[in-house]
């Protein structure tokens, strides 16, 4: 069994910025990526950003050039450092982890962390 801590959500003002973390609560595990989706009101869970164990990244157009997502492979730790918030950022922010298994994939989810970017 694997859980993902999230920490770092808040409420900050238009153009500023904030920096999630996301430990994993196993080390003994590999996690071919890592990263993070959002999900607005009325809205469907979308991706925000990965990263691969060989750090690979990927990114909403949305977010391209705002946001940047590191790891740490050690500590299976995923970080989301937002710049240059603005109001449609707000979102209930979740961790993946995805792990390659014999027959396919497994994601696990943290339990959301709540952004809100509002003056």
């Known amino acids: 069994q694997v859980q993902l801590v999230e920490s770092g959500g808040g409420l900050v003002q238009p153009g500023g910025s904030l920096r999630l973390s996301c430990a994993a609560s196993?080390?003994?595990?590999?996690?071919?990526?890592m990263g993070w989706y959002r999900q607005a009101p009325g809205k469907l869970r979308e991706l925000v950003a990965s990263?691969?164990?060989?750090?690979?990244?990927n990114y909403a157009d949305s977010v391209k050039g705002r946001f940047t997502v590191s790891r740490d492979n050690a500590k299976n730790t995923v970080y989301l450092q937002m710049n240059s918030l603005k109001p449609e950022d707000t979102a209930v922010y979740y961790c993946?982890?995805?792990?390659?298994?014999?027959?396919?994939?497994?994601?696990?989810w943290g339990q959301g962390t709540q952004v809100t970017v509002s003056s």
């Open positions: 993946n982890a995805r792990q390659l298994i014999l027959g396919g994939l497994r994601d696990y």
């Open positions: 990263i691969t164990s060989g750090d690979s990244t």
């Open positions: 196993r080390t003994d595990l590999s996690f071919n990526a």
